[in-house]
């Protein structure tokens, strides 16, 4: 069998060679296009799950709230205008006396049961901080 | 009484062997020590080389025993050959065991599984110069793809007469892969290429590995439909392995249905290269152009790599570039080997792997397309 150029001509190898690479590249590179950007489609994709939540999460807060005893309520809007007064963050014992001096009746008990619905938050001194939007 | 022993003498092996049998005999037995003795791809080599004496003991016309003899047994399990039923099956268990984890952390990588498959075009080229038709030099070209399966699928469908020599070459290169490929690789590279240490790899979440299969499925197919069975093998079982909640499926594909058909596979193609069609001149051709398609496909591959390098700014070891003949997982082996014979703590496997699949991927493209052109 000689070796003869004339054939590959004759049969189209030449362009079938040069088309045959240029599909087989063509088509990894489009897959490796793909593949560069499915990391970040997955990112979207769990960061919209955890946004969607979040979402619904604010929304039902108000509903949260308005599931609140209305004492409670009422309690921490007391509560809430001594915070301007006192700074945040503050000590327990500093919020209670400021309470007592305004004349809010128990303010140890209802200290604590503003601690658990959440609207008094421990910070990592041992110092408070009021949250409006957090419960426990 | 005499002439019922003559005549049952006249039709044993013994009377009807000639030197080309005897010789056939011995290559069964070379590939059957290479797989034991040296453990050179002893699955393929072990089922080839016993089906290469199976198919060479001499039987006499009429006897029905043969593999080309139809309705004998051996006729009905090559049928599963002649009609590309098993490649398909192999490439579900080996879509099983694939971890694309690499080839999905850094995709460029991918592009070096492209180059490589120019080996195939090139020897294809090669095969039309020495007087091959199309359809034999499109079979005699997928061999430079290094993938058994990709390579019989497309021979029984455009030259199932070479099934024979095509499997055994393929086959055979590469179990020399170690042989073949470290000489081309060192030639082609300096010793400072070789010391490139790659940059460690992202970490790839769960969810990429569930949803590369079904793109990669989609628009593999939609390039080349004609590689649908193969596609479709391949990416349903990675599927099945990835999904996580059918791994009695993947455990199935790439433990018993692959070793079956391996088995069947092996001993049929063995079978079927009998002395009269495979000591011939074109046998011979066909193995020296297998040989020169695995060395252009290395070579295309590290040379492409080094050509990535100019624009790359984290470079990319080239020796890499030999990982996208897609003999899996040898090649990615023999570039780990290469890479620290220069730095013991180089370790290169890992990375290999993306190219060396990506080369499973693109030979199966390369093989749709040449069937394509062949229609």
């Known amino acids: 069998m000689p070796f003869d150029f004339e054939a590959i001509s004759t049969h189209n190898g030449w362009a079938i060679a040069f088309v045959g690479v240029t599909i087989v590249f063509t088509g990894l590179i489009c897959l490796s296009v793909i593949i560069s950007q499915l990391h970040k489609l997955v990112i979207f ?17 108000p509903a949260l709230l308005s599931g609140l005893p209305p004492l409670v309520q009422e309690t921490a809007r007391h509560f809430r205008t001594l915070i301007p007064i006192i700074g945040q963050p503050f000590a327990l014992e500093d919020f209670r006396s400021l309470a007592a001096q305004r004349g809010i009746e128990v303010p140890e008990y209802n200290i604590n049961r503003l601690i658990q619905e959440g609207f008094l938050v421990e910070n990592r001194e041992g110092n408070f901080i009021w949250v409006d939007e957090k419960r426990g | 009484m005499e002439q019922m022993f003559a005549e049952f003498f006249a039709n044993t092996g013994f009377a009807l062997a000639d030197y080309r049998y005897l010789l056939m005999i011995l290559i069964g037995i070379f590939f059957i020590s290479l797989g034991i003795v040296k453990h050179y ?64 952390a850094r995709p460029v990588l991918m592009l070096l599984g492209a180059a490589a498959q120019a080996g195939i075009f090139l020897t294809f ?35 199932p007469e070479l099934i024979g020599p095509v499997a055994i070459a393929a086959y055979s290169y590469m179990a020399l892969v170690p042989v073949i490929q470290p000489p ?15 940059e460690e790899p992202r970490t790839v979440a769960k969810r990429e590995k569930i949803i590369f299969p079904i793109i990669a499925f989609l628009l593999t197919c939609f390039l080349a439909p004609a590689s649908l069975p193969l596609f479709t093998m391949l990416f349903f079982g990675n599927l099945l392995k990835e999904a996580g909640v059918t791994e009695r499926l993947a455990t199935a594909a790439r433990t018993a249905i692959i070793d079956s058909v391996t088995i069947l596979l092996g ?27 695995f060395g252009v496909a290395t070579a295309v591959g590290v040379l492409f790599a080094k050509f990535m390098n100019l624009f790359l700014r984290h470079k990319i070891n080239p020796l890499l570039g030999a990982a996208g003949v897609s003999a899996v997982p040898d090649s990615a082996r023999v570039v780990q080997m290469v890479g620290r014979e220069e730095d ?29 052109f062949m229609l």
């Open chain 2, 184 to 198: 081309i690789m060192k030639l082609l590279t300096t010793r400072k290429e070789r010391l490139i240490r790659m």
């Open chain 2, 125 to 159: 080229i090669g095969a039309l110069a020495l007087g091959f038709d199309p359809k034999e030099a499109s079979s005699i070209g997928i061999i430079g793809g290094a993938d058994g399966p990709t390579s019989i699928f497309l021979t029984a469908k455009l030259a």
């Open chain 1, 45 to 61: 994709w769990e960061s919209k799950g955890k946004a969607l939540l979040t979402l619904r999460l604010k929304k039902r807060q």
């Open chain 2, 344 to 372: 013991r703590n180089n370790y290169l496997l890992m990375h290999a792997m993306a190219p060396n699949v990506s080369g499973v991927i693109g030979s199966a493209i390369a093989a749709g397309v040449l069937w394509s």
């Open chain 2, 41 to 104: 791809e002893p699955l393929l080599l072990v089922p080839i080389g016993f089906g290469i004496l199976v198919g060479n003991v001499p039987t006499f016309a009429g006897l029905g025993v043969s593999i080309y003899d139809e309705g004998s047994v051996l006729n009905y399990l090559y049928f599963g050959v002649v009609t590309g039923i098993y490649p398909p099956l192999v490439f579900l268990g080996v879509g099983a065991l694939t971890d694309f984890y690499t080839m999905l």
């Open chain 2, 267 to 293: 001993l049929t193609v063995g079978a079927s290269t009998q002395a009269d069609v495979f000591l011939t001149p074109k046998s011979l051709y066909i193995f020296a152009l297998g040989a020169v398609a």
